[in-house]
């Protein structure tokens, strides 16, 4: 996400935020699968069996908002094209093919991070039962 706001490219910031958002979700996924197992009290008689259900709403609340941010920044992008600067995303210019993979680098970067969290959610998850 900072390296998108680094330079000026929407593609990154929106990739950012929607990796941000991604872990987010599971984190907030995780604590509510583990509140969900609370027992009834005396002030929730029916215990917390819906907080699964406003986690979920919690999370597409923060989507919706985050791409109608996009949406509206895309918008303007459109009538106003700002400039971008590629010298920071094109690390070498050696050669074509060179330099289209030093542009996808730092999204293959993030989805690679992705990646790692889910399975540590998902090994933290199967350790806690």
């Known amino acids: 996400m900072l390296y998108g706001v680094w330079t000026n490219s929407l593609g990154l910031i929106s990739d950012g935020f929607h990796m941000l958002f991604d872990c987010s979700a599971l984190v907030v996924g995780l604590c509510a699968a583990l509140v969900v197992r609370w027992k009834p009290t005396r002030l929730y008689s029916f215990g917390y069996g819906r907080v699964e259900v406003l986690s979920g709403f919690v999370n597409s609340l923060f989507l919706v908002s985050i791409a109608t941010a996009v949406l509206s920044e895309a918008l303007t992008r459109l009538l106003d094209p700002p400039t971008i600067n590629t010298d ?21 970067l993030l989805c690679l991070h992705s990646c790692c969290v889910v399975v540590v959610v998902y090994r933290w998850c199967r350790w806690l039962g």
């Open 88 to 108: 920071k995303l094109l690390v070498s210019r050696n050669s074509a093919r060179d330099s289209e993979i030093r542009i996808v680098y730092p999204s293959i």
